[in-house]
């Protein structure tokens, strides 16, 4: 059995800490992802560590799980030393959100079914961190009553990169309470995400999930009722909280590759969803780490070591073991990312962000894996 | 008195190796000028090392001579190995090419008067080096009836950045045999240089002399008579072809800052020209060497470690320790200039090379000279 704290009902953080590193490159790698970086408006704090700071108020480091890769375990321990080893939930092989969801939710619901799991992806910003905390708080309030809910951002464009929740009762009160899911539906074309925006009855998903575990492991139970056996039979393995290395690797070796919100979200009855608006991104890309990130006048990074001269609206990043002292010098550029780690460099227009993965694709085809 | 070898009329090659470091920033630095880059179409020789090589068949590394800046010795040294500490005349303070020209004049008259002083710049590319010695060769032949000749390179462009030579005769013939100079004239208006070149009567000055040692003092002595005398006497101090470093100072800070065009060419009588075409470049700024550097298929620098993706035209630059291991991404981007050293990168349009000293100045001004 685990020796998790037993205060019937507490609050759990549940971190997703996966990621394969591709579209921050060459400052995100395989073995350093996105959350692990600190881009954005805040040069000094990686995302993750801003995740679980915004959740520290609700779930103490002890209360927090980290779905992460085995890969990245080393890393993001560095990065979080204050987490106990427990806290580590690490995959083997890749295999989609529904088993490593559900597989926190057996854990915790081991030691106490009332438990309230948050789950929120690590790599994501924040601006307005009080509204944060606040919708949360309103997302844990409707777990207790038995709901699986959910976080939905109110739209500010007609995207076409995430998926979408539409709201039961239609109208959005942004933060006040959690209402009825009528339907999640999955990322829509231009044309019908700009009907979903202008009808005002649709909410991004941002895959945070806030739910009692015991209802959870019900869902599961009702849904995928294998995966829901196979995570209970991991659990019972664990010694101190920590299930056996063979466990885990049979556990995901076996498991279906099936998203929450596909294996779940999108069957499941009685969902709810907290219409919230507190200045969230993806940070998809180097062009929102741009829009998001600190600048000067002319709207270039605000890095100490820069010098632009006719320059502006351009984003730069340096990181690696050197970027302090590096001087980077832009004259007469316009809308460029410039990135630099010490072993690679990217300059790309903003507006190409995306093309990233074309840098990526290449290297693989050279066999350039290692700079990945 | 010298140990210099005495076969009477021997060729010496001197190389003018100054140089501030600032055009090719962050490549070139104040310790680091252009002539000890490797840039333009050779990645593997350095301009000065190509430069000492081309004059090689006439001036064995005993009779070269580098007319050098005292801080650049070491690196110069390091560059060229096999020249004697007695190759290097080195100015402790920057008093333009007169001072200069006429020590060596007097340090290789002092041994054999009748010896031929080819002059050249460090950090100029040559296309067609036979062309050159062909050039060169002439203009010894000329130097040895008793004529002060210069190379004037056929102009392919209304250049306002060079000073022009008029032919005596007019008319053109390259690399056939040196011809009267009408006169020497300095860098002209886009107006003047556009009929200078139209007229087919004027040539390119590309600093480059060759004389006998005892014609150039004869030359100094009628129009710079305290600066010939100043020379003999330091060259009379010199111990086993080295002057003591007191004098040397003694003598630069002694001496007017002249330049040898103003000084001797635009004033002397007798000069010859000998006119030629051999793909000379003086290499200006990073865009010639983008003109005149390998390049791939779609005009991007040829760099093993570069990713071109929708890329074209682009200027790549590495250099500094961890070069050969740094990738360099570039996508859909055009006409720039790329240059990274490990400790300052560098990205501007090709188009705005010539701004590069803005860059410099702006690092001036903050007080990073370490960078220079």
Not at 84 to 105: G, Q, R, Y
Not at 111 to 137: M, N, Y
Not at 245 to 261: H, K, L, P, Q, T
Not at 290 to 311: F, I, M, P, T
Request: aromatic fraction near 6%; charged fraction near 20%; proline fraction near 6%.
């Amino acid at each position: 059995m685990t020796s998790l704290p037993s205060d019937s009902g507490s609050v759990y953080a549940v971190i997703l800490a996966g990621g394969s590193g591709t579209r921050f490159w060459p400052a995100s790698r395989r073995l350093m992802p996105k959350q692990l970086l600190a881009i954005g408006p805040s040069q000094e704090e990686s995302l993750i560590r801003g995740t679980v700071r915004r959740l520290s108020p609700l779930a103490p480091a002890v209360r927090t799980l980290l779905l992460t890769g085995e890969h990245l375990v080393r890393a993001t321990a560095a990065e979080l030393p204050e987490l106990p080893p427990s806290s580590f939930l690490a995959e083997p092989i890749a295999k989609n959100t529904a088993p490593c969801i559900v597989w926190a939710a057996a854990h915790v619901a081991a030691t106490d079914p009332e438990a309230v799991l948050v789950v929120v992806p690590s790599d994501q910003h924040t601006a307005d961190e009080k509204g944060f905390l606040r919708a949360i708080e309103l997302a844990v309030a409707s777990a207790r009553e038995g709901h699986i809910t959910t976080i939905g951002i109110e739209p500010t464009r007609p995207e076409t990169g995430y998926g979408y929740i539409e709201l039961g009762e239609g109208g959005v009160a942004s933060d006040t309470r959690a209402q009825a899911v009528k339907r999640f539906v999955e990322k829509p074309s231009l044309k019908v995400a700009e009907e979903y925006v202008a009808s005002g009855r649709f909410v991004w998903n941002a895959g945070m999930f806030v739910f009692r575990a015991k209802d959870m492991m019900a869902a599961f139970d009702r849904h995928l009722p294998q995966m829901a056996a196979a995570a209970r039979k991991l659990v019972s393995l664990e010694v101190n909280g920590v299930a056996p290395g063979a466990a885990i690797r049979e556990y995901f070796e076996s498991a279906a590759s099936v998203s929450i919100d596909y294996g779940i979200m999108e069957k499941e009855q009685g969902l709810r969803v907290v219409p919230a608006s507190f200045g969230w991104s993806d940070l998809g890309s180097w062009e929102s780490a741009w829009e998001l990130g600190a600048s000067d006048e002319q709207g270039n990074s605000a890095v100490a070591q820069a010098v632009y001269v006719d320059a502006s609206r351009n984003l730069v990043h340096l990181s690696g073991p050197d970027a302090q002292k590096k001087v980077v010098a832009l004259v007469g550029v316009e809308d460029l990312c410039v990135v630099d780690t010490g072993d690679a460099l990217l300059v790309l227009p903003r507006s190409r962000s995306q093309d990233v993965r074309l840098v990526v694709e290449a290297l693989k085809a050279r066999g350039r894996g290692d700079l990945l």
